[in-house]
């Protein structure tokens, strides 16, 4: 089993930035990707961005326009990075991480909210 808690969320004005972190415990090892994703209201979950081979890369870094995915193997942490943020990306953000097994599992959802 692995545990994922989500941290970081809030409320940013237009232009602001945020970051998020995700802390995952239990069976690490397991991990395979992981991976942030974003539901906004009346709307389905979608992939912001993830990562690969997190178990087994010290650390890896992806960038998806103004956001950037990155982790930390070492703190078991993944991070999403968003810059130049603006009102529709305001979502619950999800972590994500996937198994070699396929099995997945999800964070608990931190709100982000852009408004001025």
């Known amino acids: 089993q692995v545990q994922l808690v989500e941290s970081g969320g809030g409320l940013v004005q237009p232009g602001g930035s945020l970051r998020l972190s995700c802390a995952a415990s239990?069976?690490?090892?397991?991990?395979?990707?992981m991976g942030w994703y974003r539901q906004a209201p009346g709307k389905q979950r979608e992939l912001v961005a993830d990562i690969s081979d997190f178990s087994t890369t010290n650390s890896a870094y992806s960038r998806r326009g103004r956001f950037t995915i990155s982790s930390d193997n070492a703190r078991n942490t993944v991070y999403l990075q968003m810059n130049d943020l603006k009102p529709e990306d305001t979502a619950v953000y999800y972590c994500?991480?996937?198994?070699?097994?396929?099995?997945?599992?999800w964070g608990q959802g931190t709100q982000v909210t852009v408004s001025s």
């Open positions: 994500n991480a996937e198994s070699y097994s396929k099995k997945v599992y």
């Open positions: 239990g069976d690490i090892f397991s991990i395979n990707t």
